[in-house]
């Protein structure tokens, strides 16, 4: 059963999430890292990245002006078109698109999913974009969280995708569909417990 929850306003410079009566809502890496509510600091490593993402959205929309983004950022471009003509997706259904949901009464969370894609066999394709040098841990939580969030989605083939760009390549892990079930009770708990550990706050949508 799905509840319904208000829209969630982002803010870019603080990467907070509120709702139009200004409740903070916590993120899913909030949740699943177990973060304690704190704005939002920027890195050299995270601009690097939201520079990529942006770059790479703009380049999918036909609105890419190279000369708005660094010569490094530019250089992860190749690798991600080449990502692209190797998958052969039919439609890009949502791009950076910012996803809230309130799985139980009272416990509401939000997030941005980088793509979701639209297979020639019609399966439903989650992507998550990183640009570090590893696969961050627990990828797999954060894309049922999205799985979960996505309301428009109502068939019963879906992937969840990783994918890695560095300057040089892309690489691609997809993380195995017979655990997305257990993966989004996981995630649910993960849920719970942060929301025991930071109620009671004024400050946080209830839903």
Not at 67 to 74: A, D, N, P, Q, T
């Amino acid at each position: 059963m799905r509840y319904s929850t208000p829209a969630v306003i982002f803010e870019p410079r603080t990467h907070i999430y509120r709702t139009p009566a200004g409740k903070l809502v916590p993120s899913v890496t909030q949740i699943i890292r177990g973060d304690k509510p704190t704005f939002y600091k920027d890195t050299g490593a995270r601009e690097r990245g939201v520079a990529i993402h942006k770059m790479t959205e703009a380049y999918e929309a036909g609105t890419l002006i190279p000369e708005y983004f660094s010569r490094e950022v530019l250089g992860y471009l190749d690798p991600f078109k080449d990502f692209l003509a190797s998958q052969n997706y039919k439609e890009l259904i949502l791009s950076e698109a910012i996803l809230s949901h309130c799985p139980f009464p009272g416990f509401m969370y939000a997030g941005i999913v980088d793509r979701i894609y639209l297979e020639q066999d019609d399966t439903w394709v989650f992507l998550d974009i990183k640009t570090g040098k590893t696969y961050p841990p627990d990828t797999d939580l954060q894309l049922a969280a999205y799985v979960q969030a996505q309301t428009l989605y109502s068939g019963t083939k879906v992937k969840r995708v990783c994918l890695r760009l560095s300057s040089e390549k892309w690489y691609k892990k997809e993380y195995p569909a017979e655990d997305l079930e257990l993966d989004t009770e996981v995630f649910n708990v993960r849920l719970r417990d942060w929301y025991s550990l930071n109620q009671p706050r004024e400050d946080y949508e209830l839903a």
